[in-house]
């Protein structure tokens, strides 16, 4: 299993980036995805997740500027980052609760760097 991370980059406080994470490998399911992030000195912390159904859970701090979304078609989860701050910056990475047979396990992909200067 591979999940492949892209769309980090660095902007302006204000500015707006979107992550992709595209899982692929013998998938049978994909329950939740979600995106980490992790700043240094600073333990990982949950962003977003989003279930197959499409329900979401958001962290107090990025809500009303942060949006997660996925094409289960695609295998892939999005996170649409608008207004973004100095605070935001951090490595960002995609997990997934993964079925290749019987039991579902969690996946993490590389993470993909965000940076935010004021």
């Known amino acids: 299993v591979q999940l492949q991370a892209s769309g980090g980059g660095s902007v302006q406080a204000g500015g707006s980036l979107r992550l992709s994470c595209r899982a692929s490998g013998g998938i049978a399911g994909i329950k939740d995805m979600s995106w980490y992030r992790q700043a240094p000195g600073n333990p990982r912390e949950l962003v977003a997740s989003?279930?197959?159904?499409?329900?979401?859970n958001y962290a107090d701090s990025v809500k009303g500027r942060f949006t997660i979304s996925r094409d289960n078609a695609k295998l892939t989860a999005y996170l649409q980052m608008n207004d973004l701050k100095p605070e935001d910056t951090a490595v960002y990475y995609c997990?997934?609760?993964?079925?290749?047979?019987?039991?579902?396990?969690?996946?993490w992909g590389h993470g993909t760097q965000v940076t935010v200067s004021s």
């Open positions: 997990s997934a609760n993964i079925r290749l047979h019987f039991v579902y396990e969690d996946y």
């Open positions: 989003i279930t197959n159904g499409g329900s979401t």
